[in-house]
């Protein structure tokens, strides 16, 4: 018999209920106990933490957020709360923990793997997709569906009054929900960080869609895309606001109208997308992702975290994962680029 633990860091996401019932229920099932330790890396350090049974997890799959909390915390953590964590874990008789968790969580997972040979398994959520090693994380489908149906409200509404509407989803490094949400939204540009934003092409675009009778488009703009030939003491200066994330749909809004005199909007659809009801898809990869992490504890594959790719599950080294941010489909730009404006 075996006691784990599991526990949620960093952003929260849609699924993540589902990753922590399917490790419960097929822990039950391999006749283990499992811990749920609360908001995240914190619970280790303040020891709190409570048995997961299946009347706490049953119920929960269609329900967004996580039922165990979490908090941010950003690596690197110090030496003295890293030996918190492995004394706390030790004390708690625990042989393994599951950390559910994007890029910090992972990180701390990686240090405590490496200082104390912590027995950790990772993971992978975000809904930015920007882990590498996995072709999706889970609560990226429903992100992109939630931006999806915000972009095809905008579009009627921006048709009817002859506007440009400039939509800002999130993605602070990488632009995958831009990408693909702009593609399945119809979006006539889409910007992401991965590539400084032309203010001067993406005007030349909007006047050439007008010469052809549209008098409306659709822009879809990451949080962290940057715009290229300004500096960031310029922007302030412009515009009084700082080149930062949350303002980047303001700024380019701002310029576009300053340049085409077209009359121009702004929505910013922040922390909705990472808000309520998984999709089908990230209710099933997150329950797969769970039981293909107990599968790992059961294997002893430590340090490793649950991977998805070419629609096969399988695991990788949590360092290879977080070494590098996933970057955007390529191809997939190249498609999207033939629709805009
Ligand atoms: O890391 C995921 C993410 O959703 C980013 O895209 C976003 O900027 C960030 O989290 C915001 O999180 P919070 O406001 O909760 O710190």
Not at 245 to 271: C, D, F, K, M, P
């Amino acid at each position: 018999m075996k006691k784990i633990g599991i526990l949620t860091g960093g952003a929260d996401c849609p699924g993540l209920n589902s990753v922590i019932r399917a490790v419960v229920r097929k822990s039950i099932d391999e006749g283990w106990v499992v811990t749920g330790v609360k908001n995240g890396w914190n619970g280790l350090i303040e020891n709190d933490m409570r048995v997961l049974d299946y009347r706490l997890t049953s119920g929960i799959l269609d329900r967004g957020g996580t039922i165990l909390g979490t908090s941010r915390l950003v690596p690197p953590l110090s030496k003295a709360k890293n030996k918190i964590i492995a004394e706390n874990f030790a004390r708690s008789g625990m042989d393994a923990l599951i950390a559910v968790g994007g890029e910090d969580t992972l990180k701390i997972a990686l240090e405590l793997f490496k200082t104390y040979s912590l027995p950790v398994v990772g993971v992978p959520k975000s809904i930015d997709n920007a882990l590498s090693g996995t072709d999706y994380t889970f609560g990226f489908d429903t992100a992109v569906n939630v931006a999806t149906e915000c972009i095809d409200r905008l579009h009627t509404t921006a048709e009817s009054h002859h506007r440009i509407i400039v939509i800002e989803v999130m993605g602070v490094y990488t632009g995958w929900i831009a990408l693909e949400a702009g593609i399945a939204g119809g979006a006539h540009y889409i910007l992401t960080p991965e590539f400084p934003i032309e203010i001067d092409k993406v005007c030349a675009s909007l006047r050439a869609r007008h010469k052809r009778g549209k008098s409306f488009s659709i822009i879809v703009v990451s949080e962290g895309a940057r715009i290229q030939g300004f500096s960031d003491e310029e922007i302030e200066k412009k515009f009084g606001k700082k080149h930062r994330v949350g303002r980047i749909a303001e700024i380019i809004a701002a310029l576009i109208e300053e340049n085409t005199q077209y009359e121009t909007r702004v929505s910013v659809l922040g922390h909705i997308q990472r808000g309520g009801t998984p999709t089908a898809y990230d209710r099933i990869i997150g329950t797969r992702f769970g039981f293909k992490a107990v599968e790992l504890v059961k294997e002893n594959k430590f340090g490793q975290m649950v991977s998805l790719r070419n629609n096969k599950f399988d695991s990788v080294d949590i360092a290879e994962a977080v070494r590098k941010r996933k970057a955007i489909d390529q191809d997939l730009l190249e498609i999207a680029k033939v629709f805009f404006a």
